[in-house]
T-cell receptor
Framework: GAGVSQSPRYKVAKRGQDVALRCDPI?????LFWYQQALGQGPEFLTY????????KSGLPSDRFFAERPEGSVSTLKIQRTQQEDSAVYLC???????????????FGSGTQLSVL | KNEVEQSPQNLTAQEGEFITINCSYS?????LHWLQQHPGGGIVSLFM???GKKKHGRLIATINIQEKHSSLHITASHPRDSAVYIC???????????FGTGTRLQVFP
């Protein structure tokens, strides 16, 4: 597709369940970001990949959060033992260039809305 | 205090009105982004600027680096402009974007 694709669009999980959220960036995009957006708030940075390398994971809120991008394209954000406070929209964004080198325009997916009951 | 602050938080307007949304930041940046988020939808990048002014259609974005302030203007507003407008800044020499909490705009016919 032409844009950043995220799946599933909605996810309802029981507390304690593991979830996996997928992001398909635009083909050829080097940089990939994950953000968490709580209701009524602006997005907050979670982690950044440059190709397959996870260069920054300082925004991951706990060790229950894990992200990977093994082949430098599709990325998965995994949340283990979900808690109610994990309920949020998880946004993925990609950019053509390495982020630190240039400030390229970001392209966002529609997000995955996670609700933990 | 948030590093990126937007005002107003909520804004209502009549169709045709000139709209201004403000963004102030307190950190050193390499660029500032204006983004648009429709309800239930993804985020669309409107502008990325590091100096001066950019224009695209009815949208104009300006930035004053010395004053650490940016404005987004919408001329001849239309109901389809109703969305949340988010200001975000790229911190110098890092990969991080810091986002404001957004301005919710509603334009009524």
């Amino acid at each position: 597709g032409a844009g950043v694709s995220q799946s599933p669009r909605y996810k309802v999980a029981k507390r304690g369940q593991d979830v996996a959220l997928r992001c398909d960036p635009i083909s050829g995009h080097v940089s990939l970001f994950w953000y968490q957006q709580a209701l009524g708030q602006g997005p907050e940075f979670l982690t950044y990949f440059q190709n397959e390398a996870q260069l920054d994971k300082s925004g991951l809120p706990s060790d229950r959060f894990f992200a990977e991008r093994p082949e430098g394209s599709v990325s998965t954000l995994k949340i283990q033992r979900t808690q109610q406070e994990d309920s949020a929209v998880y946004l993925c964004a990609s950019s053509l260039a390495p982020w630190a080198a240039t400030n390229e325009k970001l392209f966002f997916g529609s997000g995955t809305q996670l609700s933990v009951l | 205090k948030n590093e990126v602050e937007q005002s107003p938080q909520n804004l209502t307007a009549q169709e045709g009105e000139f709209i201004t949304i403000n963004c102030s930041y307190s950190v050193g940046i390499s660029a500032l982004h204006w983004l648009q988020q429709h309800p239930g939808g993804g985020i669309v990048s409107l502008f990325m600027l590091s100096s001066g002014k950019k224009k695209h259609g009815r949208l104009i974005a300006t930035i004053n680096i010395q004053e650490k302030h940016s404005s987004l203007h919408i001329t001849a507003s239309h109901p389809r402009d109703s969305a949340v407008y988010i200001c975000a800044v790229s911190l110098r020499n890092t990969d991080k974007l810091i986002f404001g909490t957004g301005t919710r705009l509603q334009v009524f016919p």
